[in-house]
């Protein structure tokens, strides 16, 4: 892969062109990766209140029914956003761990394996949330850790 780096003064934003025989795995985790890194910041509600949350301070977000939940360390507050949504754009800090969860990696304090191939995360808020096996091996590979890391 060639990277190349133009510096133009005359450019009022920052433009990102790939250039790419065809669409790989690899070319859209890298578009992931430019998406998430604009994004600081999410909208969540709670009661008649938005309130303005730190990507680095959610823990997980989940889907209950058609609504969409960003859990921090004290509180609930739900998005307008959709689940897929929020998983492209947070590529770089949460992975899937079921059909309706995301966590934050950097939020996990453990991964406890049970006897019968159950997988829980706990989380730095004392949170345990279950991990479904088709989502395993991609959270290892997003961690690092495993023989296919």
């Known amino acids: 892969m060639k990277i190349h780096l133009t510096i133009n003064s005359e450019l009022e934003e920052t ?26 910041m999410l909208d969540g509600y709670f009661q008649q209140e938005i309130h303005m949350l730190k990507i680095s301070d959610i823990y997980s977000i ?14 609930e507050f739900e998005t307008k956003r959709k689940l897929y949504e929020l998983e492209a754009q ?31 995360l706990i989380l730095e808020n004392d949170v345990s949330v279950h991990v479904s096996r088709k989502y395993l091996k991609e959270l290892k590979r ?7 890391s």
């Open 15 to 40: 433009e990102i062109h790939i250039h790419a025989k065809e669409y790989t795995e690899q070319i859209e985790r890298l578009m992931k990766q430019l998406q998430a890194s604009q994004t600081t």
């Open 62 to 75: 989940y889907a209950e029914g058609a609504k969409v939940f960003l859990q921090t360390e004290e509180q």
């Open 90 to 120: 947070l590529a770089k800090d949460f992975a899937r761990v079921s059909k309706s969860t995301l966590v934050n990696i950097n939020k996990i304090a453990s991964i406890q394996m049970g006897k019968i191939g159950t997988t829980e």
């Open 142 to 148: 997003h961690l690092g850790i495993g023989r296919d």
